[in-house]
């Protein structure tokens, strides 16, 4: 029995150790792709070049976090990646304007959720053999209807209106 439990121990630690361990490392490079927009109410995506540039800086840690959309980079976002917590997984991207968001790598994916202005913004990065997929969902920032009865069997539920969805397959660029 005692020797199952350490067993056990091992591997889960080993297995938590080598996921944290894989990122950002495994997402270096710089990736490209076609990001799909879908908005509510339009039956067609819109089409948009994305770009993710993710590099190791001179600063001990701290890594470029770079998106570029658009075929001639009209919108390049320098981001830096930093490091928070990462046996915990929590890393920041600071967009170098007083804005930092706190962001998780958990389960294989890089995700956080944050607020601006009336959208709350859902994001995820994961890697998937070659690819590196990025989506979005952004909803209501307040709930578009509140049911239940308020008791332990049936506790009260908001729902959210959700107003698009974007999705990006990119490839590292040779």
């Given at each position: 029995?005692?020797?199952?439990?350490?067993?056990?121990?091992?591997?889960?630690?080993?297995?938590?150790?080598?996921?944290?361990?894989?990122?950002?490392?495994?997402?270096?490079?710089?990736?490209?792709?076609?990001?799909?927009?879908?908005?509510?109410?339009?039956?067609?995506?819109q089409k948009v070049k994305m770009q993710?540039?993710?590099?190791?800086?001179?600063?001990?840690?701290?890594?470029?976090?770079?998106?570029i959309y658009g075929d001639k980079g009209q919108d390049n976002r320098p981001y830096l990646l930093k490091p928070?917590?990462?046996?915990?997984?929590?890393?920041?991207?600071?967009?170098?304007?007083?804005i930092i968001l706190d962001q998780y790598f958990i389960g294989n994916r890089f995700t956080s959720a944050f607020t601006v202005q009336s959208t709350t913004i859902v994001d995820s990065y994961w890697r998937e053999g070659n690819n590196l997929i990025a989506e979005f969902y952004g909803l209501t920032a307040k709930p578009v209807g509140t049911t239940g009865e308020g008791t332990d069997d049936s506790p009260k539920v908001d729902s959210y209106g959700t107003k698009s969805y974007q999705r990006a397959v990119m490839r590292r660029k040779k």
């Open positions: 029995m005692k020797r199952s439990v350490l067993a056990c121990c091992f591997f889960l630690s080993f297995f938590f150790s080598f996921s944290q361990t894989s990122f950002p490392k495994s997402f270096i490079g710089h990736w490209e792709g076609t990001l799909h927009w879908y908005q509510a109410g339009k039956a067609t995506p993710l540039i993710i590099q190791p800086t001179d600063s001990a840690k701290t890594y470029t976090w770079q998106i928070v917590d990462t046996v915990k997984g929590h890393w920041q991207i600071d967009e170098r304007n007083g």
